[in-house]
């Protein structure tokens, strides 16, 4: 494929992720794929996961734990195997019910028509803030102020 059509590939699975659509979603990627996110030990959802079944368990952890409000890709790169995309979200932790917002990137490579690896970078000291159970409702609240 080239980089339009990889690029093609991710929106299409952006819109199936918003959708709500994760079975469809989860045929975009390899039955090898790699999936990381930065590790924390308040966000449910962090860390590594491996193939489409642990894919799957992101998704069944993020959607336990948390609800988009707002997510919106904004920018797509794409040069040969590997896209970039750049955008904000904000989220509502589910377990406190704060909400928090964030630039993202995304790093996908793509192998034969398909997601062999994905890896995420966000702002993880803002959903900290929002999961962790400890914190005041207006360290959560600060988070906002600064984005």
Do not use: C
């Not at 659509?21 to 308040?42: G, R």
Request: net charge negative; no cysteine.
């Amino acid at each position: 494929m080239n980089a339009h059509d990889n690029k093609q590939l991710v929106l299409q699975g952006y819109r199936l992720f918003q959708s709500g659509d994760i079975p469809s979603l989860l045929e975009l990627y390899h039955n090898d794929a790699e999936w990381s996110s930065p590790e924390s030990d308040y966000v449910p959802f962090s860390g590594k996961f491996h193939g489409k079944s642990g894919i799957a368990d992101f998704f069944a952890k993020l959607g336990a734990s948390a609800q988009p409000m707002r997510f919106e890709p904004v920018h797509l790169i794409a040069e040969g195997e590997q896209v970039v995309a750049t955008g904000v979200a904000t989220w509502l932790a589910k377990p406190t019910g704060r909400t928090y917002d964030t630039n993202w990137v995304h790093i996908f490579t793509l192998r034969d028509g398909k997601v062999a690896s994905f890896e995420v970078f966000y702002d993880t000291a803002a959903a900290e803030r929002a999961f962790h159970p400890d914190q005041p409702a207006d360290a959560a609240r600060a988070s906002l102020l600064h984005h």
